[in-house]
């Protein structure tokens, strides 16, 4: 395991370029999803008013 | 011709509904293809007989440095289509590329710098591939600063796409720099002539990643370009059955 960690003497690099792009994967899933809830909820909020002030 | 699956692609609920259902069919292929890739490529792959386990960033570079580039011509082609056709929803998915191609524009630039210094003693050189790779990324830059410049959404769709259309002109010089100029950056490895040039057990798992993140990307547009629809759609009546 730990032979498989040391990467041949590569990992200080090799590691942080897979944290980097791990972050990326993550970070963008995040990023998405917050936008479309909030973007529902806005278009919900909308809604709530329209049929309050309709009423 | 038919043209009803054109105005089709050009309706919002259409295109918000359909967004809905592709999305868990790109997302859960991509997880299993970039496992499957991380497993081969970390575990599986021999090391190289020059670079030893160092080649193995190639599997999260390379992914990173395609996507970036596909993303670009992605948003450059909706972009055109956005301007020539007027079709809102195309400036819509324009618009939902620019941030996640700069996040893999970066990635392939760090992880690029990390791979250089081990391999060519430097983590940056003014190299016509790396200097191409980061007026990308502040193409990217603009073409976000530029939409979040300009209030009116027509003016920024128009103006945004203007730009994006034009920074196309970066793409061939990406993908060509290292056979116009002398460049430090290894020519495409994957083919040569036909062939792979790598060993299968190798390129194997580096397919599998480009694979993998190509559809993670299309998983991702799908659920900003759902949100980007809901945000330009102030009034539509169909609305109602969509954020129930």
Known sequence: MSEFLAMGGYAQFLWPAYALALLALVVNVVVARRALQAARAEVARRLAMQDGAGE | MDWTWFHKFGSPPHVYRLAGVLTPWFAWPAVAAILAGL????????????????FRIIYVHAPSAWLSVMIYATMAAAAFVG??????????????????GAWFTAVSLVTGMLWG?????????WDPRLTAQLILLLLFFGYMALRAGIDDLGRADRASAVLAVVGLVNVPIIRFSVDWWNSIHQAPSVMKLGRPTMPMDMLVPLLLMLLGFTLYFAAVLMVRLRA?????ERNASWLKEAVL
């Not at chain 2, 497993?39 to 160092?54: C, E, F, N, S, T």
């Not at chain 2, 020539?84 to 324009?94: F, L």
């Open chain 2, 228 to 232: 980007e629809v809901l945000r330009r």
């Open chain 2, 83 to 100: 301007l020539v056709w007027r079709m809102k929803v195309a400036h819509a998915v324009a618009a939902s590329c620019a941030g996640i």
């Open chain 2, 117 to 125: 210094k081990p391999m060519w003693g430097t983590y940056w050189v």
């Open chain 2, 39 to 54: 497993y081969g490529g970390l575990v599986l792959a021999p090391p190289d007989y020059q670079q030893g386990d160092g």
